[in-house]
Every structure is written in structure tokens, then in C-alpha cells.
């Protein structure tokens, strides 16, 4: 499940159809239970919120029952008016009948204040409410609900009913509002920068998911995926491995987290299209990239880095000095055009990369910090 758009706001998976059956099911069999085997209770839904959750509830209160609506209304958009205005009133005689109330949602109370109001002069036998979600944090009424499904905090949601400005009511699960912005970050620099090490860092500090473009690939190919085994054809003939299905395999990577608070993107992009597919992508899902910061270290200084390194890694690649130099070439020819990208947009942050791992992780910080 990924991040939808409703008008002008996004919101993330937060429960899925499975979850919501088995909510509606519990508050069923409880209802069930606790009434007189004899009783023939009267169900009676608000509309509009509550019609699917009435429906799934009424197929599962396995005894003979009755089922109605009034239909009432006090939101605006995401906020409550305050005021319930009543759009259809209710034509049964209550007299004598236990009335069940079936909510979808519960959030300042001032519904429900209305609907004690109605029902107190009908001479009911037994008024209970059972709402599907609950919201404590917003609920400032001393009244009582009977039967909670699920309590959320004070967020909005949509879905199973529920709408955003008459949209949404549709979704067979329910969607949480996006309320903050995501910290997308590129991380760049040279080979032998610190660049992992200071990624590690930084996301344990930010509390942001690292995704690692080689690590990604590496993981996609070894475990078969349809997009390693895509890739694979174009590294086995030598080809490079077309934008596209790395981007995909990005996008597959980011949509496992709809809830971070961010990314560092690391090894990605490496092209302007790649860059391009990467703001559309996040554009989709209300977000962007924060900023490009790239570690900034003087080539013969990296060389120096690297040469040592290679005494006792072993990897060629670090021990010869022109292999090395070309590694450079290559950064810089490739990073060049995508630096000019992000300055055009203003996020373009070079970081010194010169000094003890301690202290670049605090220059890095500060600019983390402010993006
Ligand atoms: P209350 O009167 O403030 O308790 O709000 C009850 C009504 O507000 C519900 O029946 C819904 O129609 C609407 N509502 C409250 N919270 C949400 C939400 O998170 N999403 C969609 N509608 C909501
Ligand atoms: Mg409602």
C-alpha cells in the first residue's frame, strides 16, 4: 500500500482491511454477548461515515436485529465545526426498545453529545454506543461509549467510510493524514570521503533510513527479485543497468517506509534523469529532496586515504595510484552536472570533509539539522 493523494493532502496506509474485519468482528461478538438472547435490538448508524463499518458489523451480529440511520454532520474539512447540524431525523418509534448506536468515529464528543440529546426523550429501554475508532486524546465529554473498536491518536484519517471533504470514503482501508515533511537527503562524496561511515552516523542521529544504491541492487539480485533478476541481464552482457529499473527498485526500497522520518540516499542519483525520476517520485508522495550535501576532501588527501587503506584491505582497486586518480575523474565528471542541478534549486550543501569522523559528523549535523 502506498501514500495516496485527496485534494490537496496525502495520507500514508495506516490499517489495513484485514485489521478493520477483525475490529468489526470483535465489537460484534461483544455486542452479541452482553445483550438478552430475547432482546431484538435497534442498530442505528450515523450517517454518513458509518455505512460500510454498519454493514460489516450487521453481517456478523448473527441474531435478529434492526437497522437504521439518522444522519448527522458537524465537519468542515479536517476540523470539527462545533456545531451538528441534524440532516435526517429518525421515524421509528423507540419506545421500549434497546437502541444501539453505531459510530464509525469518536472525536471532540459533539455528536455524540447530539445524539444523547435526541435519544433522551424517546423513552428508550437501553441506549449503548459503540463507536469503531475513538480519539481520547480530543474527547473533552464526561458521556459514555459503551464499545470501542480502536483508539487513535489526533490524526486525521480517511477510508472505510470516512471521507476528506466527501472523497476517500471509498478505500477498503483506512489512511492516516501526513502532517510532517520527510528529510530527504543525497549524500555525496568522493571514494574514501567517509561517506559510509558518516551515513551510519547520521541516521541513527536523524532517525533516517539509509538506502545504499549498491546494497539495494546487491539485495535484489542475490534474493531474485523480478527487478534483480532484470538488472542482472544487463550486468551479465556488460550493459550498464538502465535508469529505470534502478529508480524502481529505489521506489520499491522507499515504499517499504511509509512511515520514516526521511532518507539519505546514498549512490543515488548518479544522472540528472535519474534525479528528475527521483523529484517526480517524491512529488507523488507530497514530499522532495531536502538537499544535496556533498563531503568535500582534497583529491591528494583521498589519495593518501586510499593508498593506505589498501596496505591492508587488499582490494586493488585502493592500491595503485592512477586506478585511484581515474576513480576521481569519474566523481567528478558525474557528480559536476547533478551539483549543478540541486544548486539551481538552492540545495546544494558542500561539506568539509577534512578531519576526525567525530568532527565532520558535527558539520554534517548542523547542516542536517537545518534542512
Ligand atoms: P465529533 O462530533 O467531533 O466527535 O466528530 C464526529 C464526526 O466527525 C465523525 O462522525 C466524522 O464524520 C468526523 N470525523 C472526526 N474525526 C475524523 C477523521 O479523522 N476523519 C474523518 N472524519 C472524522
Ligand atoms: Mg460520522
Known amino acids: 500500500m502506498a501514500v495516496i493523494k485527496i485534494h490537496d493532502k496525502y495520507f500514508k496506509p495506516y490499517i489495513s482491511a484485514e485489521k478493520l474485519n477483525?475490529?468489526?468482528?470483535?465489537?460484534?461478538?461483544?455486542?452479541?454477548?452482553?445483550?438478552?438472547?430475547?432482546?431484538?435490538?435497534?442498530?442505528?448508524g450515523i450517517l454518513n461515515g458509518c455505512f460500510m463499518f454498519v454493514s460489516d458489523f450487521v453481517k456478523q451480529f448473527n441474531r435478529p436485529c434492526e437497522v437504521s440511520f439518522v444522519k448527522l454532520a458537524s465537519y468542515e474539512g479536517i476540523s470539527s465545526t462545533g456545531a451538528v447540524k441534524h440532516?435526517?431525523?429518525?421515524?421509528?418509534?423507540?419506545?421500549?426498545?434497546?437502541?444501539?448506536?453505531?459510530?464509525?468515529?469518536?472525536?471532540?464528543?459533539?455528536?455524540?453529545?447530539?445524539?444523547?440529546?435526541?435519544?433522551?426523550?424517546?423513552?428508550?429501554?437501553?441506549?449503548?454506543?459503540?463507536?469503531?475508532?475513538?480519539?481520547?486524546?480530543?474527547?473533552?465529554?464526561?458521556?459514555?461509549?459503551?464499545?470501542?473498536?480502536?483508539?487513535?491518536?489526533?490524526?486525521?484519517?480517511?477510508?472505510?467510510?470516512?471521507?476528506?471533504?466527501?472523497?476517500?470514503?471509498?478505500?477498503?482501508?483506512i489512511y492516516q493524514l501526513k502532517d510532517k515533511k520527510m528529510k530527504n537527503i543525497v549524500l555525496f562524496g568522493p571514494p574514501g570521503a567517509g561517506k559510509g561511515t558518516q551515513a551510519d552516523r547520521l541516521k541513527d542521529k536523524f532517525?533516517?533510513?539509509?538506502?545504499?544504491?549498491?546494497?539495494?541492487?546487491?539485495?535484489?539480485?542475490?534474493?531474485?527479485?523480478?527487478?534483480?533478476?532484470?538488472?542482472?541481464?544487463?550486468?551479465?552482457?556488460g550493459d550498464l543497468v538502465p535508469d529505470e529499473v534502478t529508480i524502481n527498485m529505489l521506489k520499491e526500497e522507499v515504499n517499504r517506509f511509509p512511515d520514516a522520518n526521511g532518507f539519505i540516499f546514498d549512490g543515488f542519483p548518479r544522472t540528472i534523469s535519474q534525479a528528475e525520476a527521483l523529484d517526480v517520485f517524491l512529488d507523488e508522495k507530497g514530499e522532495s529532496i531536502s538537499g544535496m550535501v556533498a563531503l568535500e576532501v582534497p583529491e591528494n588527501l583521498l589519495v593518501a586515504r586510499l593508498l593506505e587503506r589498501g596496505k591492508t584491505s587488499g582490494r586493488p582497486d585502493d592500491q595503485d595510484e592512477s586506478k585511484i586518480r581515474n576513480r576521481f575523474n569519474e566523481y567528478e565528471t558525474k557528480t559536476a552536472p547533478l551539483q549543478d542541478y540541486y544548486q539551481k534549486q538552492n540545495k546544494y550543501f558542500g561539506v568539509d570533509g577534512v578531519g576526525s569522523i567525530e568532527e565532520i559528523t558535527e558539520r554534517l549535523s548542523e547542516v542536517f539539522k537545518a534542512l
Open 207 to 237: 532517525d533516517l533510513i539509509h538506502i545504499s544504491t549498491g546494497d539495494v541492487f546487491r539485495y535484489n539480485i542475490k534474493n531474485e527479485t523480478e527487478l534483480g533478476k532484470l538488472a542482472k541481464t544487463f550486468m551479465d552482457k
Open 87 to 173: 440532516l435526517v431525523g429518525i421515524n421509528e418509534d423507540l419506545k421500549g426498545r434497546t437502541v444501539i448506536i453505531l459510530e464509525d468515529i469518536i472525536d471532540t464528543g459533539n455528536t455524540l453529545t447530539e445524539i444523547y440529546n435526541i435519544f433522551r426523550d424517546k423513552q428508550v429501554k437501553e441506549l449503548k454506543i459503540v463507536t469503531l475508532f475513538f480519539k481520547p486524546d480530543v474527547f473533552r465529554k464526561e458521556l459514555h461509549i459503551d464499545y470501542i473498536g480502536k483508539s487513535i491518536p489526533d490524526k486525521f484519517i480517511v477510508g472505510y467510510g470516512l471521507d476528506y471533504n466527501g472523497l476517500g470514503r471509498n478505500l477498503t482501508a
Open 22 to 44: 477483525k475490529y468489526v468482528s470483535f465489537l460484534a461478538k461483544e455486542v452479541e454477548n452482553d445483550l438478552d438472547p430475547n432482546e431484538v435490538p435497534i442498530f442505528i
